[in-house]
């Protein structure tokens, strides 16, 4: 599999011609070089072409050049991040950029293509920050020049054997981003964080065991100063959670199970809306990314569906917390409100899809709203202070 990037084709000629070797290693050199400003810009050349240069900087910080006429160099960035799974923390991946519209559309075409490795299926969201793209496979991470595809670093690591569900096919939605770190959840659901500088694995810590079936094919979120995730392994008989991670040291701050056990929050309120003995296998997994809002502190994560999917013979009642959106503070884990959208599901309508954030007119009046288009085929709209229910159409 490829992945393409694409811009008016005038512009791609050149970089197109120099991406086609950005996969031959070059020894890294210290050097400096001018800016168009006149500023000097020194580190380790971590890869050069005849148009192109990627500098490290002593801090680690990756810089992008191009060569313009007089010998200087042009320090190139994003015109827009895109820093997180959804784009931004409210999830709504609405983009303002302006440059392709439906006027030039028809004339973008490929400025360079980046072979991805033997991967079957992509179901991926690039992030860029700093003019740097970062993609993700199982177990796999590149930070390429977002202009030019050339790779700047690529960490990998072997895929586990033996696991079960998607990880095993390969997929990973992503990664997130914070200051010199980037986090990735590996296929056996163990939680990562690699150097930006040049993909060194910093710390490693398992979110669960994949004996049990837990598996990790979703991208984390960084919301309250804290590495937030998910595991997936629904299908396959686990118990779906919520967990945080100190960013610096992978140390677990504080966990959310979305069926709890007698004894963990939310026990008692969901005790009655199940019946039957297999507490230990009523999934509501959580392998999709939640939606953050820093004005309320809270995360919004998507849950998946009861186990087992289609009989619910042993599984009477209404199975808190599965299929239902639940708003948890940030930086304690604990549950300020939860909606479930289907009952006692019997039709695998989990509710995965992103939860959307938005400030709007509500009736007359300024409302901090979530809504989200649920698997199940209504559309609903929530007050997301305190979870009330404003509509739910069809």
């Given at each position: 599999m490829r992945i393409f990037y694409v811009f008016p084709l005038a512009a791609a000629l050149l970089l197109a011609q120099d991406a086609l070797q950005r996969n031959q290693a070059q020894p890294e050199t210290e050097r400096s070089f001018t800016t168009t400003d006149g500023q000097t810009i020194r580190g380790a050349v971590v890869n050069e072409g005849s148009i192109d240069v990627q500098l490290r900087e002593a801090g680690g910080r990756i810089r992008l050049l191009r060569k313009v006429d007089g010998g200087r160099y042009r320090v190139v960035t994003s015109q827009s991040d895109w820093p997180t799974y959804n784009g931004v923390p409210g999830g709504n991946r609405y983009s303002t950029l302006t440059q392709i519209s439906k006027n030039n559309v028809a004339k973008l075409a490929p400025a360079w293509i980046f072979?991805?490795?033997?991967?079957?299926?992509?179901?991926?969201?690039?992030?860029?920050?700093?003019?740097?793209?970062?993609?993700?496979?199982?177990?796999?991470?590149?930070?390429?020049?977002?202009?030019?595809?050339?790779?700047?670093?690529?960490?990998?690591?072997?895929?586990?054997?033996?696991?079960?569900?998607?990880?095993?096919?390969?997929?990973?939605?992503?990664?997130?981003?914070?200051?010199?770190?980037?986090?990735?959840?590996?296929?056996?659901?163990?939680?990562i964080a690699v150097s930006k500088a040049n993909g060194e694995l910093l710390w490693e810590t398992t979110m669960a065991d994949s004996k049990e079936n837990y598996n990790g094919t979703s991208a984390p979120l960084v919301a309250g100063g804290l590495v937030i995730s998910g595991t997936a392994g629904g299908d396959e008989g686990v118990r779906g959670f919520v967990a945080a991670y100190d960013p610096q040291t992978g140390k677990e701050v504080w966990r959310f199970w979305t069926v709890p056990k007698p004894g963990q929050p939310g026990a008692e309120e969901v005790a009655n809306t199940w019946s039957g003995a297999n507490a230990d296998h009523r999934s509501g997994a959580t392998?999709?990314?939640?939606?953050?809002?820093?004005?309320?502190?809270?995360?919004?994560?998507?849950?998946?569906?009861?186990?087992?999917?289609?009989?619910?013979?042993?599984?009477?009642?209404?199975?808190?917390?599965?299929?239902?959106?639940?708003?948890?503070?940030?930086?304690?884990?604990?549950?300020?409100?939860?909606y479930q959208f289907t009952p006692h599901d019997v039709h695998d309508w989990d509710a995965q899809e992103p939860p959307v954030l938005i400030d709007a007119n509500w009736q007359?009046?300024?409302?901090?709203?979530?809504?989200?288009?649920?698997?199940?085929?209504?559309?609903?709209?929530?007050?997301?202070?305190?979870?009330?229910?404003?509509?739910g159409k069809q």
């Open positions: 072979p991805y490795g033997p991967v079957t299926q992509i179901e991926n969201t690039p992030l860029v920050v700093d003019g740097v793209m970062y993609v993700s496979s199982a177990n796999e991470v590149w930070a390429l020049d977002a202009g030019t595809g050339r790779q700047v670093w690529h960490y990998r690591r072997a895929r586990t054997q033996g696991i079960t569900g998607n990880a095993a096919i390969g997929f990973n939605r992503g990664v997130a981003q914070a200051g010199d770190r980037i986090f990735l959840l590996t296929d056996n659901a163990h939680l392998w999709m990314t939640g939606t953050y809002d820093e004005s309320t502190g809270l995360i919004y994560w998507p849950v998946g569906n009861p186990g087992p999917d289609y009989d619910g013979a042993d599984r009477l009642g209404d199975n808190l917390y599965t299929d239902c959106v639940i708003a948890l503070d940030a930086k304690t884990g604990k549950l300020k409100w939860y007359g009046q300024p409302r901090k709203l979530l809504i989200q288009a649920n698997r199940n085929g209504f559309f609903y709209v929530l007050d997301r202070t305190d979870g009330k229910l404003l509509l």
